[in-house]
């Protein structure tokens, strides 16, 4: 349906309209995972230039259903997310570094300046950082009971690097994928889907903080290696499926709660990344089924959104229109609303029948 007439024109979405990122939402079983899919497979047949990124973050064995080049699963030896990455900026790799390690791991402030302040010191002693996560932390802690600060953060903060953050970092398989390489070398997985791959990463068996943890290194990794482009072109795209894994608002609003600190500091970075990932030629494709509770970010920065049916909550985030907001509740499965912001249009689709 085009400026309401219905038509059997099939329509196709410019390959430059995904580069702003882009927001599929709609309830389960009505039909955005399986267009998600098509997406991704149209784009490995028709742009084979262009680099896709599937971070798997809810439902296992998720794999088949794409084209894709690599496959890798948490606990896999290829699957190397080295924690830190210097990139032409060092000084400004590590701020951001320390932002994203504390805000994955529910630490509250002032723990990113202080982590910040252990990296430099570990440098300035070592020539470098250490190999493994877990002994930046043990200078965390020296930090925290060397400068001493109220008796009940003091407490707080202790509590929480002992019975979290070291408790997680001392996994030998998260430990051994967040390791720096003696000669800080870029995982083969990075530098093929840089050239085009597309690559499935599957984080589904992890629990929350090793899926924020391993997410966010991914992200910093792209920050640090990827040059800031002259031209925006699309040249690679992340794609998150059940994104609310990592950015769904905290329903308890707590400052003393860890998981509302988290949420907190994850929103301020993520908010950052998808604007300034613009300028790299990369993009966010990002699927979720209630986004109310998801980030603004998610929704707000999406140029392009491609909505199948939706709740009252979650309709009235994207029109204020009383008839499209009714349409968009009573949609039929495997029929979307687009609103497409490269153009400003607006249009109603019944996606193809993948399961016939």
Known sequence: MNKGVITNNIKRIPIAHFAHSVFIGGQPETGKTCFLVNICNEFYIKAPDIGLLILNLGKGKQEGLFKKDI??????????IPYYFAGEHPDKSRQETSSYLTASLGLRNPCDKITYNVMNAFIEVNGELPTLLKTLFRGVRKWFEEYKYSKKFQTN???????RVFTLLSQPILAKTLELPSDY????????????KTV???????????KRLLSFAIFQMVKSLIPDMDVESLQNIIV????????????????????????????LILNTLIREFRSKGLSFILID?????QFSC???????????????????????NRSIQEYLTLQKNRH????????????????TDYSS
């Open 298 to 320: 998610v929704t707000a920065f999406s140029s392009l959104k491609i909505l199948f049916r939706l709740g009252h909550l979650d309709n009235e985030l994207f029109t204020n």
């Open 71 to 80: 496959v890798l699963k948490f606990g896999d030896p290829e699957l190397h």
């Open 200 to 210: 499935f990463i599957d984080l589904s068996m992890c629990n929350i903080w090793v």
């Open 185 to 196: 070398r870029i995982p083969k997985w990075f530098l093929e889907w840089r050239k085009g």
């Open 336 to 351: 979307a609303l687009i609103l497409n912001g490269n153009n400003e249009e607006i249009l109603v689709i019944r996606t």
């Open 240 to 267: 998150m499926d059940e994104v609310h894994q990592l950015t769904e608002k905290s329903t308890i609003i707590d400052s003393n709660d860890d998981d509302f600190i988290s949420r907190a500091q994850m929103e």
């Open 157 to 163: 903060i202790l509590r929480a690097l002992q019975n």
């Open 289 to 293: 089924h209630t986004p109310h509770r």
